[in-house]
Nanobody, 121 residues
Framework: QVQLVESGGGLVQAGGSLRLSCAAS????????MGWYRQAPGKQRELVAS???????NYADFVKGRFTISRDNAKNTVYLQMNSLKPEDTAVYYC???????????????WGQGTQVTVSS
């Protein structure tokens, strides 16, 4: 099993910054993608950014130039540096890990419990 523990959320004024962290523990395979999603009240969960062990896969258009995803492979930890925050960034942010034992084969997905980010205007 895999556990994901997020931290770093909170309340910040518009234009401010926050850094989210997500530490993965348990049985982590070498083939994996870690990412951040968010869900605002009344909206669907949406991808914010994702990263493999070496490559940033993508950023959502609404965070390009403001958010940066990174990871420390030795610590199985992924980070999301959020700058120039806007009120519309207010959401619960979830960490996600998708992994597989081989390039071709079943994939296993895990979610963190979520951390609240609130941006005041």
């Amino acid at each position: 099993q895999v556990q994901l523990v997020e931290s770093g959320g909170g309340l910040v004024q518009a234009g401010g910054s926050l850094r989210l962290s997500c530490a993965a523990s348990g049985s982590i395979f070498s083939i994996n993608v870690m990412g951040w999603y968010r869900q605002a009240p009344g909206k669907q969960r949406e991808l914010v950014a994702s990263i493999t062990s070496t490559v940033i896969l993508n950023y959502a258009d609404f965070v390009k130039g403001r958010f940066t995803i990174s990871r420390d492979n030795a610590k199985n930890t992924v980070y999301l540096q959020m700058n120039s925050l806007k009120p519309e960034d207010t959401a619960v942010y979830y960490c996600n890990l998708v992994q597989s034992r081989a390039v071709i084969g079943p994939r296993y997905a895990y979610w963190g419990q979520g951390t609240q980010v609130t941006v005041s205007s």
